[in-house]
């Protein structure tokens, strides 16, 4: 049984860092790409940033520079450090293997003073 935990969401004041962390088991996590995509209420699904199996990375433009992905494939967990938080960023982030095609359930994060 697949499964992917997120974990480390919260409320956080703009300008702020969170660091989120997702948990995988039931895959071969070391040969499954991964990703971190977000939604916003009333807005689709995003993508946030991708890493490969041998850890190369791409982002959104929304958070290039801000966040930052990376993984542990002897913990099979990636993890997605955010910094400089904007409310904008205020979402349902979602792990998700792009190789296994499985979601994670989402944890979330809400930028606001």
């Known amino acids: 049984q697949v499964q992917l935990v997120e974990s480390g969401g919260g409320l956080v004041e703009p300008g702020g860092s969170l660091k989120l962390s997702c948990a995988a088991s039931?895959?071969?996590?070391?040969?499954?790409?991964m990703a971190w995509y977000r939604q916003a209420p009333g807005k689709q699904r995003e993508l946030v940033a991708v890493?490969?199996?041998?850890?190369?990375?791409n982002y959104g433009a929304a958070v290039k520079g801000r966040f930052t992905i990376s993984r542990d494939n002897a913990k099979n967990t990636v993890d997605l450090q955010m910094n400089s938080l904007k409310p904008e960023d205020t979402a349902v982030y979602y792990c998700?293997?792009?190789?296994?095609?499985?979601w994670g359930q989402g944890t979330q994060v809400t930028v606001s003073s």
């Open positions: 998700y293997s792009l190789t296994s095609n499985y």
């Open positions: 039931g895959i071969i996590f070391s040969i499954n790409r």
């Open positions: 890493i490969g199996t041998s850890g190369g990375t």
